[in-house]
């Protein structure tokens, strides 16, 4: 009787914990659309951490950081007079940094328009119908011209043109509409030319435009050896898709910049393959084109 009375006492007390405690845990119920939000949240807290830390605003993050401990302070010791000030410049100050950070969420928003996740059901007419981005002579011409003008230490900037359009920085310079060939290339760059300072711009196999003016990249993880022209390649890159190819005044040294990174002192036969990879590319994207068009139109022709 004794053991029986023992397990009914611990029975009514397992009950009683579950009644008290466990019946008022709240566990929500979770659905498929839920994973989907958390996934979607944590992809682009990441990335705006990420694009923080690459850009100046990282500093000023950590600016407002501070800013922020110390009105947790006040809060604590309820330091009113403090409160009421942080209260009333809220609605400022958010003002005041959607303006600070007009440069970055500028540049972010142009980088979302770059990314090719939604590329396959919509198109905002950007890209543009070439073919192929340019034939092998014209890989051979660019690779000849960087290397004879990085020789004699001669500076060039020559922007690649892929599936973004560049009329917005070919207006800002002289138009050339020349077949690419190494020599228009070394007496658009030569020193004390009309056209030498600023870069040059390449569609197809034609350079359409000189002397363009290119946004500077304000990474600060570049490295503080790289001046304008480098820095210059490196932005171009960054807000658009285009390849660009930099030859150092200084040390006549061959650079690219692609998606906002830059790869130095590249030798001439890693050059000549990076081009005749984009090449490749452009063609096999082409053909894709003409294979889904031919397929979605394979029921009308019957």
Not at 219 to 236: D, F, P, Q, W, Y
């Amino acid at each position: 009787m004794l053991l029986g009375e023992q397990k009914g006492a611990g029975m009514t007390a397992i009950n009683n914990f579950v009644q008290n405690y466990l019946a008022k845990f709240y566990v929500p119920r979770m659905q498929w659309t839920d994973v989907i939000e958390i996934i979607l949240i944590a992809f682009i807290l990441y990335s705006i951490l990420v694009w923080i830390k690459d850009t100046k605003a990282w500093s000023l993050l950590k600016g407002i950081i501070v800013v922020g401990f110390f009105a947790i302070i006040a809060y604590i010791l309820n330091l009113r007079t403090i409160l009421w000030i942080a209260s009333k410049t809220i609605s400022v100050g958010i003002i005041a940094l959607v303006i600070i950070f007009q440069p970055e969420l500028r540049r972010a928003l142009e980088q979302l328009g770059r990314r090719k996740i939604m590329s396959g059901l919509f198109s905002f007419g950007e890209g543009h119908d070439k073919g192929e981005l340019f034939s092998s002579k014209t890989a051979d011409e660019l690779v000849r011209a960087a290397y004879e003008m990085g020789a004699v230490r001669t500076g060039a900037l020559i922007v690649i043109e892929q599936d973004m359009m560049l009329e917005e920085y070919i207006r800002t310079g002289i138009e050339v509409d020349g077949v690419v060939t190494s020599q228009l290339l070394i007496n658009i760059f030569e020193h004390n030319t009309p056209l030498h300072d600023g870069a040059v711009i390449v569609r197809g196999n034609r350079a359409l435009a000189a002397t363009c003016y290119l946004p500077l990249s304000d990474n600060i993880n570049l490295s503080k050896e790289l001046g304008t022209r480098h820095r210059a390649g490196v932005g171009i890159s960054e807000v658009t898709d285009s390849f660009t190819i930099i030859v150092s005044e200084e040390t006549g040294a061959v650079s690219v910049a692609v998606g906002g990174e830059i790869i130095r002192n590249i030798d001439k036969e890693s050059l000549r393959n990076k081009l005749e990879f984009l090449r490749k590319k452009s063609i096999e994207s082409k053909s894709f084109k003409i294979w889904r068009g031919r397929g979605k139109n394979e029921g009308k022709d019957i």
